[in-house]
């Protein structure tokens, strides 16, 4: 009883788990030799069955892969190298690098990503050389794809469709040292400005930055991304747009408008205190009538003089 419920399941387990390690299985076509297994260009349309677990690396590349099963590459603990270029895979998701966080290089080159989620390599920390270019319908790439990437060095971003990037998205990247970023439409408005600023305060390596330049706006089409940070700084914050003049146009105006109403205020205070005062001194006068005649005459000449134009006369 003890005897057959005992060693039963655990024993399956462990042979199950012997053929896949030991199996000196090697994929169909491929070349395996000391932790490394080799595909390359025998036209797999899916990532091959019966990988080596202990692979350190894995040559993929020049095949017609279209996605990359989270699950087979998850066995694979030991992974350090795997080169996936020139295939057809067409997204990266959050999970599909989950279980290969050993891996310190990475070629996702030449292919046609269109999705690179934003956790895709968050567990790649011992990651040094990633290389996504040469995809040109990828367009975007989210703030917090390199946030754990921290012992990133080598960057390729070439030819991937990139408009813009964040530099939050770098803010992790102590460690980086070269980055490539030419052959892409970049857009060279003020929200790219904080990323230009980062390229030019971080001394990385950019071996192609002649050819890493502005596509939009006109006036600084065929500018370095490199060198652009200083006229797209005058232009973000010196720079008025026809709005801005309009603006400072209405505010002009209203001040101008609010200095001629107070001052019509004032002077309407000011006339109507001079009056107040004057018949207040008539009355005294009309009062004093008899005793100083001669007064009178100086008060009513006074009062001609001034009631002409309705103003009170400042000298
Ligand atoms: C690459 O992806 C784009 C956009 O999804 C698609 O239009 C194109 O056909 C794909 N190219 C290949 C060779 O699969
Ligand atoms: C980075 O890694 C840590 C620990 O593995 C995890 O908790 C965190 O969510 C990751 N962050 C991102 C942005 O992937
Ligand atoms: C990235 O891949 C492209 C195309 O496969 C290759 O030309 C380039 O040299 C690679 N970049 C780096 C930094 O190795
Ligand atoms: C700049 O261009 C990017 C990419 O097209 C866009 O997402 C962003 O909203 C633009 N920013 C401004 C301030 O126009
Ligand atoms: C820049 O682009 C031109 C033409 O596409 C190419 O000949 C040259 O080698 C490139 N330079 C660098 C540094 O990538």
Same mark, same amino acid.
């Given at each position: 009883? @003890?005897?057959?419920? !005992?060693? !039963?399941? !655990?024993?399956? +387990?462990?042979?199950?788990?012997?053929?896949?390690?030991?199996?000196?299985?090697?994929?169909?076509?491929?070349?395996?030799?000391?932790?490394?297994?080799?595909?390359?260009?025998?036209?797999?349309?899916?990532?091959?069955?019966?990988?080596?677990?202990? %692979?350190?690396?894995?040559?993929?590349?020049?095949?017609?892969?279209?996605?990359?099963?989270?699950?087979?590459?998850?066995?694979?603990?030991?992974?350090?190298?795997?080169?996936?270029?020139?295939? &057809?895979?067409?997204?990266?998701? $959050?999970?599909?690098?989950?279980?290969?966080? #050993?891996?310190? /290089?990475?070629?996702?080159? @030449?292919?046609? +990503?269109?999705?690179?989620?934003?956790?895709? *390599?968050?567990?790649?920390?011992?990651?040094?050389?990633?290389?996504?270019?040469?995809?040109?319908? &990828? *367009?975007?790439?989210?703030?917090?794809?390199?946030?754990?990437?921290?012992?990133? #060095? /080598?960057?390729?971003?070439?030819?991937? !469709?990139?408009?813009?990037?964040?530099?939050?998205? *770098?803010?992790?990247?102590?460690?980086?040292?070269?980055?490539? &970023?030419?052959?892409?439409?970049?857009?060279?408005?003020?929200?790219?400005?904080? *990323?230009?600023? /980062?390229?030019?305060? @971080?001394? +990385?390596?950019?071996?192609?930055?002649?050819?890493?330049?502005?596509?939009?706006?006109?006036?600084?089409?065929?500018?370095?991304?490199?060198?652009?940070?200083?006229?797209? #700084?005058?232009?973000?914050? %010196?720079?008025?747009?026809?709005?801005?003049?309009?603006?400072?146009?209405?505010?002009?105006?209203?001040?101008?408008?609010?200095?001629?109403? =107070?001052?019509? +205020?004032?002077?309407?205070?000011?006339?109507?205190?001079?009056?107040?005062? #004057?018949?207040?001194?008539?009355?005294? =006068?009309?009062?004093?009538?008899?005793?100083?005649?001669? $007064?009178?005459?100086?008060?009513?000449?006074?009062? =001609?003089?001034?009631?002409?134009?309705?103003?009170?006369?400042?000298?």
């Amino acid at each position: 009883m @003890s005897l057959a419920s !005992g060693p !039963g399941p !655990g024993w399956l +387990l462990f042979s199950f788990g012997m053929g896949l390690v030991s199996g000196s299985k090697c994929p169909n076509n491929c070349q395996c030799q000391a932790q490394e297994v080799i595909c390359t260009g025998i036209q797999l349309a899916e990532y091959p069955p019966d990988v080596p677990l202990n %692979t350190r690396r894995l040559y993929l590349n020049d095949n017609r892969i279209t996605f990359l099963p989270a699950m087979n590459l998850g066995l694979l603990s030991d992974l350090v190298y795997l080169d996936c270029r020139n295939n &057809l895979i067409r997204e990266v998701m $959050d999970y599909t690098f989950i279980g290969v966080f #050993r891996l310190i /290089y990475l070629d996702l080159s @030449s292919n046609n +990503l269109t999705l690179i989620s934003p956790y895709s *390599f968050s567990m790649l920390s011992n990651l040094v050389q990633l290389n996504i270019s040469n995809n040109p319908h &990828l *367009f975007s790439l989210n703030k917090y794809t390199f946030a754990n990437t921290s012992s990133l #060095r /080598y960057l390729d971003l070439r030819n991937t !469709g990139l408009q813009t990037l964040d530099n939050a998205a *770098f803010q992790n990247l102590l460690t980086l040292q070269t980055l490539y &970023l030419s052959e892409n439409p970049w857009k060279c408005n003020c929200s790219f400005l904080d *990323f230009t600023i /980062y390229l030019i305060v @971080s001394h +990385l390596n950019h071996p192609d930055e002649q050819n890493a330049t502005c596509v939009e706006p006109a006036e600084l089409a065929g500018w370095p991304i490199t060198q652009v940070g200083n006229p797209l #700084r005058y232009m973000c914050i %010196t720079h008025l747009d026809r709005q801005d003049y309009i603006f400072l146009l209405l505010i002009g105006f209203c001040i101008f408008s609010a200095g001629t109403v =107070a001052a019509w +205020l004032t002077g309407m205070c000011a006339v109507l205190y001079q009056n107040a005062r #004057r018949k207040a001194s008539e009355d005294e =006068a009309e009062d004093e009538h008899g005793q100083r005649g001669d $007064d009178s005459g100086r008060i009513f000449q006074n009062r =001609a003089d001034s009631g002409q134009d309705g103003f009170p006369q400042l000298i």
